[in-house]
């Protein structure tokens, strides 16, 4: 007679009579199971996924890196100079000696802000650069954008001359407004008064500016003139058919002047006084 019990080990215990009277047992014990699950898991682990360390990348040369952050700089540089704002070349001294531009010194550079002017137009007293209609360039044609930029980002280190399109000038009176030229003290008057103006250089001179006649802006224009009042090619200059014309369109304006930014020792921001009001 034999007795069998399996335990959750699956083992098994057998106990069997010995040959003879019956009075001695033996035991035997059986671990088949056991053995077919342990080969089972070892078989599972066989079959589990293998890792395998990847490759580091390779470093790519530094000629390409080069060329990528020299790219995305002229991307930058494009994008800024073209919606926030961007450094021009003083070329003339029409402006002094609010910024200075001559022949054998270091002309001014200066950082021009064009959002300004997203929300609102350009006030008296505001030192703009503008694109000049066909009557202040004799004709000449702006250059193309790709020209453009190449150009000015040139002209900056002085590897080529400014465009001769672009001028820079203060605003005296807009659309609407009436200017002549002169009172008894030498002074331009808008609509019949005279203007404050702290900014004008007379080389020295006796405070007398060279006389023109009386205008009325033109709406959606402004009459623009230089600091350097009597050296200063400007709206007085370029009144072609009509003394009107030498006024400049609006849409003309790239931006207004902030700062001084090259040379270094005359850093500083670019005054704004409003001749109407006394700067107020």
């Not at 671990?31 to 599972?44: G, L, N, P, Q, V």
């Not at 609509?191 to 404050?196: A, E, F, M, Q, T």
């Not at 009509?242 to 005054?271: F, Q």
Request: net charge neutral; aromatic share 8%; hydrophobic share 30%.
């Amino acid at each position: 007679m034999s007795h069998r019990v399996n335990d959750d080990s699956s083992s098994t215990w057998e106990t069997t009579p010995p040959p003879g009277d019956g009075s001695e047992r033996t035991t035997r014990f059986s671990t088949s199971r056991s053995s077919a699950s342990s080969s089972s898991s070892y078989e599972e682990e066989d079959r589990s996924p293998k890792f395998s360390k990847k490759k580091p990348k390779k470093k790519q040369p530094f000629w390409k890196e080069l060329l990528v952050i020299f790219s995305v700089a002229i991307l930058l540089t494009v994008v800024i100079q073209t919606f926030v704002a961007r450094v021009f070349v003083i070329p003339s001294a029409s402006m002094e000696t609010t910024l200075h531009g001559c022949t054998g010194c270091v002309n001014d550079k200066v950082l021009v802000e064009k959002i300004t002017y997203l929300f609102n137009d350009p006030r008296p007293g505001d030192v703009i650069v503008f694109r000049g209609p066909p009557n202040w360039t004799g004709g000449q044609q702006p250059p193309n954008f790709v020209v453009g930029t190449l150009q000015d980002l040139g002209s900056m280190v002085n590897l080529s001359e400014p465009s001769g399109t672009d001028f820079i000038k203060r605003v005296i009176a807009v659309g609407g407004q009436t200017v002549e030229c002169c009172d008894d003290q030498g002074r331009v008057m808008v609509d019949g008064k005279p203007l404050d103006e702290p900014y004008l250089n007379f080389n020295g001179g006796p405070r007398q500016q060279e006389s023109f006649e009386k205008v009325t802006v033109p709406a959606g224009k402004l009459w623009v003139m230089g600091d350097n009042r009597n050296n200063s090619s400007d709206s007085r200059k370029h009144g072609d058919p009509t003394p009107a014309d030498g006024a400049i369109p609006i849409e003309n304006v790239v931006g207004k002047a902030r700062v001084i930014v090259i040379p270094v020792g005359r850093w500083g921001t670019i005054s704004d006084h409003n001749p109407q009001t006394g700067g107020r």
